[in-house]
């Protein structure tokens, strides 16, 4: 699904506005709010000298992934693998900052957003990082170089597994339960939009989801008035801040327009380093029913 303008986001949500009014209203206006924003940016080509380097980086991230070092400003940096998806950032870092990326790719990551010094920050109590559309249709367009050569990707299959497939596999589990329930995920988006566009999210904010997956996870006191979701046995088994982060990002993901590209750059992934898990869990509609 190409979203170059945000347009087919758009659309999904105007396909929608009869079943949840006021969840949509306030999210096709951030949406407008940031396409006018976004069509001032210029977008730029990718040259054939950036694809080639883009094409070279991304290697040699992957090759080199088990010896990166955190550039964040922790004094004891966390293993990438035993935290949240933030803290590869911190990690990426070794490879090329935010800004090579940008001109390399040709358009800016963020069109707004509260990341300064070269950190994310995801609990600003008044702006989140709003992603330009078309940045996450061009990273997938080259942040797997094994879906076009199958001995690199061979060569990369243990990297992914000790380094990535806990947190591409939270990423895809995380997904799946938000969307089990979308009457709970278009709640949890409206009350998001609101706390930013009143600038008072707490940044303790996401700490309520930190039991997101596991099977009897309620939003009320009473579990026979709380939301119903689809459960996976054993997606229970993920730590509590990646499962926070996770839920986060898609619920601000869902706000800027660009889930279904950077859901589809998920089972890129999975496809490629993951299958059996992947296909497993498509077949499975509902095995909290057998």
């Known amino acids: 699904m190409q979203t170059p303008n945000g347009k087919i986001y ?28 976004w069509n001032k940016i210029a977008v730029l080509p990718v040259t054939s000298e950036n694809a080639n380097r883009l094409n070279l980086l991304v290697e040699s991230a992957w090759t080199s992934l088990p010896k990166a070092t955190s550039y964040c400003s922790s004094l004891n940096p966390i293993p990438m693998e035993n935290n949240g998806y933030s803290n590869y950032f ?5 490879f090329a900052s935010p800004k090579q990326i940008s001109e390399l790719l040709g358009i800016p990551i963020f069109i707004s ?31 797997l170089p094994g879906k076009k050569n199958p001995g690199f990707q061979k060569a990369t299959q243990k990297i992914y597994d000790d380094y990535i497939r806990k947190t591409a596999r939270a990423f895809f589990v995380v997904h799946r339960k938000l969307e089990s329930n979308q ?16 600038k008072r999210l707490d940044p303790y904010y996401l700490d ?15 579990e026979s008035d709380g939301s119903k979701f689809v459960s996976w046995e054993g997606d229970d ?16 993901r869902r ?14 992934l999975l496809k490629l380093y993951d299958f059996d898990f992947y296909e497993t869990r498509m077949k499975e509609k509902d095995p909290s029913a057998k």
């Open 90 to 94: 911190c990690y990426l870092r070794s």
């Open 208 to 222: 309520k989801y930190d039991l997101f997956l596991v099977p009897d996870f309620t939003d009320a006191e009473e």
């Open 237 to 252: 088994i993920y730590p509590a801040v990646l499962v926070r982060e996770t839920v986060g990002f898609w619920i601000r």
């Open 255 to 268: 706000i800027d327009g660009t889930e279904p590209q950077f859901y589809l750059g998920l089972t890129d």
């Open 183 to 198: 009457d709970y995920f278009d709640k949890e988006t409206n009350r998001y939009i609101d706390l930013v566009s009143e």
């Open 113 to 143: 957003g509260p990341h300064e010094g070269g950190e994310l920050v995801t609990n600003h109590s008044s702006r989140f990082g709003f992603y330009h559309p078309e940045f996450p249709i061009r990273l997938r367009s080259y942040f």
């Open 10 to 37: 758009l659309l999904r949500l105007l396909i929608r506005l009869s079943n949840v009014p006021i969840f949509l209203i306030v999210t096709l206006s951030c949406i407008t709010q940031y396409k006018e924003e």
